[in-house]
């Protein structure tokens, strides 16, 4: 994320293309429409890029997404109920496991204050219809593309869910069919065209572009095992602040093992309030929709087929459709969670609002009907408490040389680079030292999403034209894996450095001592290159230039 941040100014001041650069994968280079390079993070960020660098701006927009996404939520809100229940469920929405848990990892999928005011334009193209849905139509045009640049797939997954809601309510509707539709078909055409004119470019690049991906982003079938449990919303993982240690340990089995995605938490009380909400205010018609929506969305994060407790039942869920369907094959079905979230905070926030209205308002008539009062009052106060996440988060500091820029500062600006470790996951330093020197060299390798089979990605760099260097280098960094898998010709290791340092011109090496065998690399390059050009402090990261340097 932080070489994205840093990717996107520097793409605009120079006028390069902002969705295709060479600068990571060299000499191929990789089309970033297909990653998660949220241009408009990149554009709201820049100028905390270009005074505090990427890592400045990555803590500071992280800071904004939680406070940003609450603000959005309450304002939105405030449509339906008081300031205080619209304030919890801006909490909930802005500081709750989903954006806990997300946080970890994506910035892309936390950065979401827009998703709520496009909730509230549908709302008012459906329900309201006060406004001229043409200029309504703009302004949901605008935000959607907005959140396409920031994340599309939340986008989908919103559109997926609204529009299996908008199928049920023109199903129970039909006689005011034509009434409820008629400001959505309006529109239409100007929602449609601002977003096109927002997002056209980012989208031919995907789908036709330099170096575009065939298929989706992984094999359908990693995609697919990326799913929800029927128990995820009341097991607790170690994100919240209560959270017994063996629910907590359960937890972490859930979503094939992905913690950062686990994101489907609600607790017993919320869900049991969600659906006494629904039943007591049924003829409310925003609480009710809302939990509609949510139950949609939550069914669809259960993936293809139902686990139960980690173990697959064998029943068929609706989600194994978009598999089969071109572009929708891309989706991660946990990350329905996310609109789950969405919807369960605007019917918390506003069955809150009911239930304190009918306490001030209304006297009970019986004893149990002030039983059942303070029942569902305890079940709010333990929802709150429930969801309170465990503080102080988790930071910390690089864990490369502190004076490593000192050390990088001798590469001449344009070079070409090559770096052990090899740039892949989880080794992406040297693309942190790449964007906190705004981009002044590119790099052999990385890690981004590029073509990896016949019809899906990988996040592995190309095979370049003599692979035994970058199996070398990989196999260095884990001893006990091998990243191609394929035959090198037998050669020495000089030499074969020594090819690939002159076939792609590569200006400098770097060196850092990390690594499951990292001597091996050093040896190397000190055998071919002699003494380095630059040392930092701890003798841990060593630079070499290749200029007038000739292989021994």
Not at 78 to 88: E, L, Y
Not at 325 to 351: E, T
Request: hydrophobic share 50%; aromatic share 12%.
């Amino acid at each position: 994320m932080t070489w994205f941040l840093s990717w996107v100014p520097y793409a605009l001041r120079h006028g390069l293309n902002l969705f295709h650069t060479n600068f990571i994968d060299y000499p191929s280079g990789v089309d970033l429409a297909n990653g998660t390079s949220s241009p408009l993070l990149g554009i709201l960020a820049a100028p905390a890029t270009l005074t505090l660098g990427p890592v400045g701006a990555f803590n500071l927009l992280l800071r904004l997404a939680f406070a940003s996404s609450a603000s959005s939520m309450f304002l939105v809100l405030r449509k339906w109920c008081r300031w205080p229940a619209a304030f919890v469920g801006g909490l909930f929405y802005g500081f709750g496991p989903y954006m806990v848990s997300q946080a970890q990892t994506h910035l892309n999928l936390v950065f979401v204050p827009i998703p709520p005011l496009i909730v509230w334009c549908l709302y008012e193209l459906l329900y309201v219809q006060r406004r001229n849905p043409v200029r309504i139509g703009y302004l949901l045009g605008a935000l959607s593309g907005a959140q396409a640049l920031i994340e599309p797939e939340l986008l989908v997954l919103l559109y997926i869910v609204v529009s299996i809601g908008v199928v049920a309510l023109a199903l129970k509707n039909t006689v005011r069919l034509r009434q409820k539709f008629e400001g959505l078909v309006r529109a239409a055409i100007p929602a449609s065209v601002t977003f096109l004119l927002i997002t056209g470019f980012m989208i031919w690049s995907m789908r036709y572009g330099p170096g575009h991906l065939v298929g989706t982003a992984q094999p359908v079938s990693s995609l697919q095992l990326t799913q929800g449990d029927l128990i995820g919303p009341v097991v607790p993982t170690r994100n919240e602040l209560f959270a017994p240690a063996p629910l907590a340990a359960k937890a972490a089995t859930f979503v094939a093992g992905n913690f950062s995605e686990n994101s489907t938490y609600l607790s017993v009380s919320m869900v049991v309030l969600i659906f006494g909400f629904a039943l007591r205010w049924r003829r409310t018609r925003e609480l009710f929709a809302a939990a509609l929506l949510a139950l949609i969305a939550f069914v669809l994060s259960l993936g293809p087929t139902l686990l139960i407790n980690g173990r697959a039942s064998g029943i068929p869920m609706p989600e194994r459709v978009f598999a089969h369907i071109a572009l929708l094959n891309n989706l991660i079905p946990v990350r329905f969670s996310f609109v789950v979230y969405l919807f369960v905070a605007i019917a918390f926030a506003i069955g809150v609002d009911k239930f304190a209205q009918e306490i001030f308002f209304v006297s009970p008539t019986n004893f149990w009907q002030g039983v059942t009062r303070v029942s569902v009052a305890a079940l709010i106060v333990a929802s709150i408490a429930l969801l309170i996440p465990r503080t102080p988060f988790i930071t910390k500091s690089p864990t490369w040389p502190p004076d490593v820029y000192r050390a990088l500062a001798v590469i001449p600006t344009g070079s070409v680079v090559l770096t052990y470790p090899y740039p892949v996951f989880p080794f992406t330093e040297a693309m942190s030292w790449q964007a906190a020197e705004h981009m002044r060299f590119r790099l052999i390798g990385g890690y981004a999403t590029v073509q990896g089979g016949a019809n899906f990605g990988t996040g592995n760099p190309p095979v370049l034209g003599q692979p035994f260097i970058q199996e070398y280098l990989m196999t260095a960094q884990y001893t006990r894996q091998r990243y191609y898998r394929m035959p090198s010709p037998v050669v020495r290791p000089h030499q074969a450095l020594c090819k690939f340092l002159s076939t792609y011109r590569i200006g400098a090496v770097v060196f850092w001592n990390v690594g499951d065998n990292p001597a091996k690399v050093k040896s190397l390059f000190e055998g071919v290159l002699g003494a380095p050009s630059r040392i930092t402090k701890n003798g841990q990261l060593l630079v070499w230039l290749t200029r007038h340097r000739r292989c021994a």
